[in-house]
């Protein structure tokens, strides 16, 4: 049953940027906090201070960003809230749920390598647990973990799950260099901020019964945990970067959109009946847990492709001309009219995978020299095309109306003064205009390109033929 007050979190860790697996992670839970009307919380835990870097920082939001994943609190970070873990681990040791442990790491090493010689399992022995020590130079504190019964937990998506307490030591709570271990971070974090569901990789499962001891010891109410499955290939194995695996702002900068980004990643585990496109407001109406598959997710590069030219086809043109531009300008394209590109954009949509590839079909539009190429300008760009040409031409200078309708009157009047078909004189056109053989149609590329470029490029290409001759 799902509780009331809603509270989810994301917790990335700076030391590389965000992948796929940590942006369905982040996904799951905005989710599921947006469909209850809940908080989603993005924490930082940045406690790793020799990996963690400003820059992956900065992806992290970035790309969160990029997703439309907003935050209701935060972003929060670890390493400024060490106050608050001493303050539970304060807490633990008065309460005798956790002790300061003299072993040296020397000490420690001799006692497992003495204990796998018995066939014992190589974990911390207990020497210090009720010695009642102090502090000390080098000392850690630690938990005490209870050594018998289980702890066990209902997991939202795969159902009960418990652990023999036998299994575990006494779990390392802060370290010798007073730094708290990332089990007290974690649980003393996601009580301070009100943390109520913890939707996480299944890679965590293992974590959950140390957390969940924390919480007993510190007396507070355990949180509900859902683990998500993996991420595998298409051939079943661990997803890795040969699949895609990639950061996410990596495939913004192959010109996906965020939208299809958000959708591969929620049928990665997720499905809704037979649906495979959801918008964002569909997404948070029918979003559940119960709906989250046990086997892994497979990612599918192509899948992701198909999904992307989908949206695109779909997507607003003003809309596409704001994620266009850029890509635009990276290729050294400035001051660009940005009716232009919207108008380039409704003729180029159709046949576009992503906005990398619309932008190199859209060069010709803003190039301010066309260059030919070889095979076109040989086959097509010919001295018996000139006098048809030169014939077009005239007639275009005196097309008043530049539009698709008005083109077509012009062209249906100079096919019959030539008694020719289009096809006669369309691909040279096309390669005066485009450089190239394939473009969208001849009158949406015209139209696009306004009465005086076309001129000025049908120009062009006439003195082009005329220095063959």
Not at 135 to 149: D, I
Request: hydrophobic letters at 40%.
């Amino acid at each position: 049953m799902i509780q009331k007050n809603i509270v989810t979190r994301f917790p990335p860790s700076p030391t590389g940027y965000l992948h796929i697996g940590g942006a369905r992670t982040a996904l799951f839970n905005w989710l599921f906090a947006r469909q209850t009307g809940g908080k989603f919380i993005l924490r930082i835990e940045d406690t790793d201070k020799a990996r963690s870097t400003d820059e992956a920082t900065r992806a992290i939001i970035d790309s969160m960003e990029w997703l439309g994943l907003d935050w209701d609190e935060g972003p929060y970070f670890q390493s400024e809230r060490y106050d608050i873990y001493n303050a539970a681990i304060e807490r633990l040791l008065s309460s005798g749920q956790a002790y300061h442990c003299h072993c040296s790491s020397e000490d420690l090493e001799k006692r497992r390598k003495s204990a796998m010689a018995k066939g014992a399992k190589p974990k911390y022995d207990g020497k210090c647990r009720e010695l009642g020590l102090g502090p000390a130079p080098g000392s850690v504190v630690r938990l005490k973990t209870p050594h018998t019964g289980t702890t066990q937990f209902n997991d939202l998506i795969k159902g009960s799950i418990r652990f023999n307490n036998e299994e575990l030591d006494d779990l390392i709570l802060k370290r010798s260099d007073g730094s708290p271990t990332y089990h007290m971070a974690v649980v003393a974090d996601d009580i301070s901020l009100g943390i109520t569901y913890i939707i996480r990789g299944d890679d965590h499962v293992n974590n959950t019964p140390r957390q969940i001891q924390i919480y007993q010891a510190l007396g507070e109410s355990v949180p509900q945990y859902a683990h998500v499955p993996l991420i595998l290939g298409p051939d079943k194995a661990r997803l890795s970067k040969r699949h895609g695996a990639l950061s996410v702002l990596a495939y913004r900068d192959m010109g996906y959109l965020p939208h299809a980004m958000l959708n591969a990643l929620a049928r990665l585990g997720w499905s809704y009946g037979d649906q495979e496109k959801f918008t964002k407001e569909e997404l948070i109406e029918k979003f559940s847990l119960e709906n989250v598959g046990k086997s892994a997710g497979v990612f599918n590069m192509e899948k992701l492709q198909d999904l992307n030219a989908w949206y695109i086809r779909e997507s607003a043109d003003d809309i596409l001309a704001k994620g266009l531009i850029p890509f635009l300008e990276k290729s050294g394209f400035k001051n660009l009219d940005k009716e232009k590109a919207k108008d380039a954009i409704a003729t180029l949509k159709i046949r576009s995978k992503t906005l990398v590839d619309m932008a190199e079909s859209a060069r010709f539009y803003f190039e301010k020299e066309i260059i030919y190429d070889e095979k076109a300008d040989n086959k097509f760009l010919k001295p018996d095309m000139l006098d048809l040409l030169l014939n077009l031409q005239a007639r275009l200078e005196q097309t008043s109306i530049f539009d698709q309708e008005g083109l077509e009157k012009t062209f249906v009047a100079f096919l019959e003064a030539n008694q020719i078909k289009l096809k006669k004189v369309a691909q040279p056109l096309r390669v005066a205009l485009t450089g190239k053989t394939a473009s969208p149609g001849i009158f949406e590329v015209m139209e696009v390109l306004g009465k005086e470029a076309v001129l000025e490029r049908l120009g062009k290409a006439i003195n082009h033929i005329r220095d063959k001759a």
